[in-house]
């Protein structure tokens, strides 16, 4: 198995060259994903330089949090169900997966701080994905006006697994136009300046389209 050092070179130089390639001016940062890895190899990421740490589930994104360093950025970017809420939200950095009202308020009854929060927005319409659709964006994040806790620095959302690069690209445009509609609103709790596209298998066009973090694990740190 090649190195986490390694891995991120080959990364970093497709990084460089899809942003060289992309009319935004955005250099995208890395979350890598260590949600099917050792611990050892979170902090062989950490150590090969990586900072941003994504986790799916409660016990995995606590335990990693506990064992990395204390400038380590800690992304839950799973879904979060409801009653866990008071369990994870305060240990939490970004959350990726904002995706209901309930779980809004949750979040902002149980915080101690302000939760950057993304929503995930299901652009492609999969029935398996979560995410509200894009019609209903504007009127969910007006629902936030009076929450303390939560500030919505942008949007998610997962791409449908395929090789077709004309369609990946079809849907992360149709997410940055979102962003930007949202953030033509100027709202003082939800500056949506940020866009969370982008997986192993995609993070390219992602990066075409403006990804301001994309979320890597298979090509970073393996299986």
Do not use: W
Request: charged share 30%; hydrophobic share 35%; proline share 3%.
């Amino acid at each position: 198995m090649k190195s986490v050092e390694e891995n991120l070179k080959e990364i970093n130089s497709q990084i460089c060259d899809s942003c060289n390639k992309s009319q935004f001016d955005t250099t995208p940062q890395v979350i890598v994903v260590t949600k099917y890895v050792t611990i050892d190899r979170a902090i062989e990421a950490y150590e090969a330089g990586l900072k941003n740490f994504g986790e799916n589930r409660i016990e995995g994104f606590l335990e990693k949090k506990k064992h990395l360093p204390d400038d380590a950025v800690m992304h839950f970017i799973g879904s979060l169900q409801t009653r866990k809420v008071k369990e994870v939200i305060n240990e939490i950095d970004y959350l990726h997966a904002l995706d209901r009202l309930k779980l809004a308020k949750e979040i902002d009854k149980r915080a101690d701080h302000v939760i950057k929060c993304f929503i995930q927005v299901n652009v492609s319409g999969e029935e398996s994905k979560h995410g509200i659709s894009p019609e209903e964006l504007i009127p969910f994040i007006e629902e936030f006006k009076t929450f303390k806790h939560i500030e919505v620095v942008g949007l998610m959302t997962m791409a449908p697994l395929t090789e077709d690069k004309t369609k990946l690209r079809q849907y992360f445009n149709q997410l940055r136009n979102l962003k930007d509609k949202v953030q033509s609103l100027n709202l003082s709790y939800a500056p949506c300046t940020e866009l969370s596209m982008g997986m192993s298998n995609d993070f390219n066009e992602a990066i075409l389209e403006g990804a301001s973090y994309v979320r890597i694990g298979t090509k970073l740190v393996g299986e």
